[in-house]
């Protein structure tokens, strides 16, 4: 059954994208209904350090381009960096939702009134401020910058993975920056990513070896 499911996926990459999106969408905008007061509120020292900048809300938006970027672009040049990248970010996106569900949190740190008749300021109205640990934003960033630089696409072309680390840091920053999160949220988005991509990264590489492993066989069969 695991091996028809495989099967089903490489043959079928795009629906497994879609088919995830419906539900994780499905699932964010349920929790934001369900979950309107907070039970518990996320804060540490250096988030009073870090003052309020609403222009950081155009480096926050780059995130929702950066995801469909990614995901296209790997899916149409290079198949394995594009199952990693859904295994790590699909998963660490899951996840959160689950603790979402299981300790409903948020924060308190951004300002009652935001000041400025600006463009930024009238955008920062459509970001809240609950579901927030581990952040989805930061662990789905790490998670396409992680499979920029593994990508073979870019083994030779510093000069975009780099462009990724600075927007992926952008992005990461924009979110405290904002008040949307805590420095915790932050870490916990990030260790959330990097434990997925040191299973994921093994589960990958024994698959591979298995794979090697089987077509030697069938060569040796063939000959013999």
Known sequence: ???????????????????????????FFGLEQLI????????CGLDSLIPFN???????????????WALITLLIRDRSSYFYLCAVMFSGMAISLLLYLLFPNGVQLRPE?????????????????TN?????????????????????IWQRRSLVVGGCGVLAALICLSTVFLKQHSVIDV??????????????????????????????ERVSISRG
Not at 2 to 12: C, P, S
Not at 36 to 43: E, G, L, N, V
Request: proline share 3%; net charge positive.
């Open 1 to 27: 059954m695991f091996h028809r499911l495989k099967q089903t996926i490489a043959a079928h990459p795009v629906a497994l994208a879609l088919i995830f999106f419906l539900f994780y969408f499905a699932g």
């Open 54 to 68: 609403e222009w950081f809300i155009f480096a926050y938006g780059a995130w929702f381009a950066l995801i469909p």
């Open 113 to 129: 009134t935001i000041a400025g008749d600006n463009i930024a300021a009238s955008l920062m109205q459509m970001v809240t401020s």
């Open 187 to 216: 870490l916990c988005g990030i260790a959330l990513t990097l434990v997925l991509h040191l299973v994921v990264s093994r589960l990958m590489a024994s698959s591979q070896l298995t794979l090697q492993s089987g077509q030697a």
């Open 132 to 152: 927030v640990c581990p952040s989805i934003h930061v662990s789905t960033t790490v998670a396409i910058f992680l499979a920029v630089r593994r990508s073979r």
């Open 36 to 43: 309107s007061q907070p039970k518990y509120i996320i804060y």
